[in-house]
């Protein structure tokens, strides 16, 4: 008997993680490039930025460019983008994104100086963000991405309970 074979997906992230910790601002071409450098070598989905307020991340400013451009020049490419509230996620819709990455984190302390938001707040703002989608008639996938599940430095140990709530 042949053991049930899952797909598993490889999303390369560093046009977003990458550089938003860098100081510097890579200019759109040279981005553009990077991710014809990926498509080449065989990567199928891209997390190709985040959209935040460009006051808090310039490196990022340019996301909806490469959103556009990427699925204009890489019709295979699955182009997926960072939204933290749902100003950016009303964005990578119009910008016609493939799926938004929703961050969760269940430490309270992450998330306020993350998002500026608590985690339950952050959950009423996911339900926001699902009923802007489907309200838009969008396909785009929305993923939650549950982070400081083990604790983090601002907080230390969070609850198991906490966890499982959100």
């Known amino acids: 008997m042949t053991p049930k074979q899952d797909p598993v997906t490889v999303r390369e992230v560093g046009l977003r993680d990458g550089l938003q910790?860098?100081?510097r601002t890579l200019p759109t071409a040279d981005k553009l490039a990077w991710l014809q450098g990926l498509v080449e070598a065989g990567v199928r989905e891209v997390e190709i930025g985040s959209f935040v307020p460009p006051s808090r991340l310039p490196q990022l400013a340019d996301t909806e460019a490469l959103v556009q451009a990427a699925r204009a020049a890489?019709?295979?490419l699955t182009v997926s983008v960072l939204v933290p509230n749902l100003k950016g996620a009303e964005r990578a819709l119009a910008s016609g994104a493939h799926?938004?990455?929703?961050?969760?984190s269940a430490s309270r302390a992450h998330s306020l100086a993350n998002l500026r938001k608590t985690p339950d707040e952050v959950v009423r703002e996911i339900a926001a963000i699902r009923a802007a989608r489907d309200a838009a008639g969008?396909?785009?996938r929305?993923?939650?991405?549950?982070?400081?599940?083990?604790?983090c430095t601002l907080q230390g140990r969070v609850e198991p309970d906490e966890v499982l709530r959100l």
């Open 21 to 23: 910790a860098i100081a």
């Open 74 to 76: 890489h019709p295979q």
């Open 99 to 104: 799926a938004m990455l929703l961050p969760l």
């Open 138 to 140: 969008s396909a785009c």
């Open 142 to 151: 929305l993923e939650v991405g549950l982070s400081t599940a083990f604790g």
